[in-house]
């Protein structure tokens, strides 16, 4: 990666940002909608286990899209909130992080263990660029019916099939196909599921 010539350039950072390219994240406008997602975020996070209505409310305002009987323990931690859609009847455990620099789309069934990351941000290789704060990201899909287990990490640009399970602590550097169990660092198919 280089760094543009944002000069030449006539997309906004935001613009750049949703298309994958590199982008400024300090730019007025993402530092706003970052801040809106963050004051949501916060408020998610205060609430108590009794307050079920105000916090689906709530992941509804913050996030793009949440299906029917999905939960989501606090804390949650996202940049935009926006960029997330999850489907129907899933659960997640305490301390999800879902940067949504770009999409995270999770399917519908899905469950996700307690400190489960989705981490959609890159930076550059190159000293320069990631010196002038330059960043770009890639989506990540997630199947429906998966299961991630506490502590999986999942990196930018990768999909996960349907029915897969990824193993405690695995680290996801590379798409999983449907119907595996997948352990390790970097998380390896270990077995087919029938």
């Known amino acids: 990666m280089t760094s543009p010539d944002a000069g030449t350039d006539a997309r906004t950072m935001r613009e750049r940002m949703l298309a994958g390219d590199l982008y400024l994240a300090d730019d007025p406008e993402l530092a706003e909608a970052s801040a809106s997602a963050l004051d949501l975020m916060d408020t998610f996070n205060m609430t108590t286990v009794r307050q079920r209505r105000v916090r689906e409310s709530l992941l509804r305002e913050l996030l793009g899209e949440v ?22 009847r899933c659960f997640a455990n305490f301390g999800l992080v879902a940067l949504d620099v770009a999409p995270i789309t999770v399917g519908d069934d899905v469950q996700m263990g307690p400190n489960v990351q989705l981490l959609t941000p890159t930076h550059p290789v190159e000293p320069g660029p990631r010196r002038d ?20 990490i999942v990196l930018p640009g990768v999909t996960i099939g349907e029915n897969t399970v990824v193993g405690a602590g695995a680290v996801v550097t590379k798409d999983l196909p449907a119907n595996v169990v997948a352990v390790g660092n970097p998380a390896r198919i270990v077995r087919r599921i029938d």
């Open 67 to 88: 299906g029917e009987g999905t939960e989501i323990r606090p804390p949650l931690y996202v940049d935009y909130g926006s960029n997330i859609r999850i489907g129907a």
């Open 133 to 152: 704060k330059w960043e770009a990201a890639k989506p990540i899909t997630i199947g429906d019916n998966v299961w991630l287990g506490g502590g999986v």
